[in-house]
């Protein structure tokens, strides 16, 4: 006990916690035990000595209750009411066999010089319930910040979802309508990439916007962007020995007999831009948003996610380009997923895409 409350009011005087020590009574209680009920006109403040108590408070005409708190060994109860003299707000029982130091305020006063040693005491234990009240709020408060974080996430969640929505029907729009129907274009045209991909950046920029996602969040930072470019440059000259290389043999044996188209200034310059915002859309926001709403900690489901969702994308281009773009689109993931800077896997993507034509594979 003479810790307990030496450690409970470490600012009062010897001479108050001597006076204090001689009004206390020890209590053991079993578990269940009531220690006070909501209403109570009692002001003794109880310190726990040992075991666990429950704070609640009645509810309902049903026999309900609500928990408010559950106090365990160290803590005090029922300083409220020693403080302003008021009925107890709440009830408290025993969920275990208790030891329960009281300090009686009437006792107290019954000393000599009793009025100077509750003042005392009512001091320290202001100052404690105030250093708990501030603890309480600043636990509240990142509560509430926690729940407006998860509102938020929900929201950019179903804009995000709209968004992927909205993207697949303007893949299917201009594949079965807009390409075949209405303009009959030739969607094999740069003319066509480019104004495919314009009208994809529309939804993508606004969504971005909405969202305020950062340029770290899409992939476009100076962090890891040395090793993205290293890892992706090693992988591209690979790429492109294995499509010259392929393309060589299906030559010889007759399988394949594709144009080499020249690497020209003008076109490579275009699709190497072409190249970074494809990268921005499939990586940068789809399998970052994908990833995230998730909470796909490994990356595996976003990367084939959305993957998947950008050869949609391509379905204007034939059965054969989604299964393509799908393919490339999980090695480019990968490749995104280690160092979460769109600079190496663009340029993998370009050398890759690059190589096919020049090759002569497409």
């Not at 409350?5 to 053991?28: C, K, N, S, W, Y």
């Not at 928990?67 to 409220?80: D, H, P, W, Y």
């Not at 009686?104 to 009512?122: C, H, T």
């Not at 090793?227 to 992706?232: D, I, K, P, Q, T």
Request: hydrophobic share 50%; charged share 15%.
């Amino acid at each position: 006990m003479t810790a307990g409350l030496e450690g409970m009011f470490p600012g009062l005087a010897p001479e108050i916690l001597d006076a204090v020590r001689q009004t206390v009574e020890v209590h053991a209680l079993p578990a269940g035990a009531l220690i006070m009920a909501a209403g109570d006109e009692t002001t003794s403040l109880y310190l726990i000595d040992s075991g666990r108590i429950t704070v609640f408070r009645d509810i309902g005409s049903e026999g309900g209750e609500r928990v408010l708190a559950t106090l365990s060994a160290g803590a005090i109860l029922g300083e409220m009411a020693l403080l302003d003299g008021q009925p107890r707000s709440a009830s408290a029982r025993a969920e275990t066999d208790c030891r329960l130091t009281e300090i009686d305020p009437a006792k107290i006063l019954a000393l000599p010089n009793g009025d100077q040693v509750l003042g005392a005491l009512r001091g320290c234990l202001a100052v404690a319930v105030t250093n708990r009240m501030r603890t309480q709020t600043d636990k509240y408060v990142a509560a509430v910040e926690r729940e407006m974080a998860a509102i938020r996430e929900r929201q950019h969640f179903g804009q995000f979802f709209i968004y992927a929505l909205g993207m697949m029907t303007i893949g299917l729009l201009i594949n079965d309508v807009i390409s075949k129907q209405i303009l009959k274009v030739d969607v094999f045209t740069p003319t066509f990439a480019w104004v495919y991909l314009l009208i994809i950046l529309i939804p993508t920029s606004v969504i971005i916007w909405r969202m305020k996602i950062p340029l770290r969040d899409l992939g476009i930072t100076a962090v890891g962007m040395k090793r993205s470019l290293v890892e992706g440059a090693g992988l591209s000259v690979l790429i492109v020995a294995v499509a010259f290389a392929a393309a060589w043999v299906l030559r010889v044996t007759g399988l394949h007999a594709g144009t080499p188209v020249p690497a020209e200034w003008g076109p490579t310059t275009g699709y190497f831009f072409h190249s970074v915002l494809q990268e921005l859309v499939a990586r940068g926001l789809l399998q970052s948003s994908f990833q995230r709403f998730l909470d796909d900690r490994r990356g595996i489901q976003s990367v084939v996610l959305s993957s998947t969702l950008f050869g949609v994308f391509h379905i204007h281009f034939g059965f054969m380009a989604v299964i393509v773009t799908i393919l490339s689109g999980l090695l480019f993931g990968a490749v995104y997923l280690r160092h979460r800077n769109l600079a190496g896997v663009t340029l993998l993507h370009f050398f890759a895409g690059g190589a096919a034509f020049w090759s002569g594979l497409l």
